[in-house]
């Protein structure tokens, strides 16, 4: 699948701002079965200085100030992204990864190569999993049985996320503690994300936070509408031997063709799509919208390949 993706973030100041200076992260991944096709990011006012790097992750963050006085600010990211979870599946070995117990993974993170070194700074504290309650500890232990399959305790996890805890929108913001969101069981896929992770965290394996976007589906006959869809997050769980493998217990199913990845980071702190810092005064108001679409490019592959097929048949 190709899909276009438009994400745009609009800040409207009331009083007018002099002065903010930002970090963004909308630029999607190029890794293993996702392609970045295109990619633009459109910024108004037109910003003073931008720049772009790579962080400590690996994501594309873009630096840019805007030194004028506005009354709004809006960043749109554009972006054409080829997904084949077809290619991904070469390197997605599940009976191998299955045979790879609780017990085990934890001995065989004792290491010193890069990608160990990699993987074990995922069971340290991050910002918002700075502490594991009991609670979370209980919770996690059902699933992560010491004889258990790895990747079937993740499954399991993912699995009871999704039926325990309900998604409610407006329930949590950034700020709400992870004790919260796993006592009244509500939340975001944010929140559900993070959960599992801290879950994780607390026997001791590495756990990251994947920012991205998954296409949403309109109901049969029904169009698809423009803005209808989100930024969207899961988790990924580190088996050693294999490697990562994704979750997302907000739909309950493992990331194909639907997720585009974004960026990864220990918690939400790391990868959020917009941050920074503006001077203003009086009531700010923000408005997301993100819209993605099959690419018609895809589409006039499809005719054209249809209307060779059709001259070759009349031949």
Avoid at 204 to 233: F, M, N, Q, W
Wanted: glycine share 4%.
């Amino acid at each position: 699948m190709v899909f276009d993706i438009i994400h745009t973030t609009k800040y409207k100041y009331e009083d007018g701002a002099s002065f903010c200076h930002n970090l963004a992260t909308l630029k999607p991944k190029n890794i293993p079965g996702q392609t970045v096709l295109e990619y633009n990011l459109f910024i108004s006012p037109t910003p003073n200085d931008i720049s772009e790097r790579l962080d400590f992750f690996g994501n594309t963050i873009t630096r840019f100030s805007i030194q004028e006085f506005h009354k709004e600010l809006e960043v749109t990211a554009k972006s054409k992204v080829l997904r084949d979870f077809a290619v991904q599946l070469l390197d997605f070995d599940v009976e191998k990864a299955k045979k790879i117990t609780v017990k085990e993974a934890k001995e065989l993170l004792i290491g010193c190569t890069e990608e160990l070194i990699d993987a074990k700074q995922f069971t340290l504290k991050s910002p918002l999993i700075s502490s594991i309650s009991k609670e979370i500890k209980a919770y996690a232990k059902i699933s992560f049985k010491p004889k258990r399959s790895l990747y079937e305790a993740s499954f399991d996890l993912m699995e009871r996320i999704f039926n325990d805890f309900d998604f409610v929108s407006g329930f949590t913001t950034i700020a709400t503690p992870l004790d919260v969101v796993m006592k009244e069981k509500k939340g975001v896929c944010q929140d559900f994300a993070q959960i599992a992770i801290a879950c994780v965290r607390s026997v001791g394996l590495p756990a990251r936070y994947v920012s991205g976007y998954i296409e949403t589906l309109p109901p049969e006959g029904k169009e698809k509408l423009v803005g209808t869809d989100a930024s969207h997050a899961w988790f990924g769980v580190y088996i050693p031997t294999f490697g990562w493998v994704d979750f997302d217990p907000t739909n309950n199913q493992i990331p194909k063709n639907q997720h585009i990845v974004v960026a990864y980071g220990r918690d939400y702190l790391d990868v959020p799509p917009l941050k920074g810092v503006t001077y203003s005064s009086g009531k700010n108001v923000l408005e997301v919208s993100v819209d993605i679409r099959p690419s018609l490019v895809q589409f006039q592959n499809q005719n054209q390949t249809q209307i060779q097929a059709q001259s070759q048949s009349q031949q």
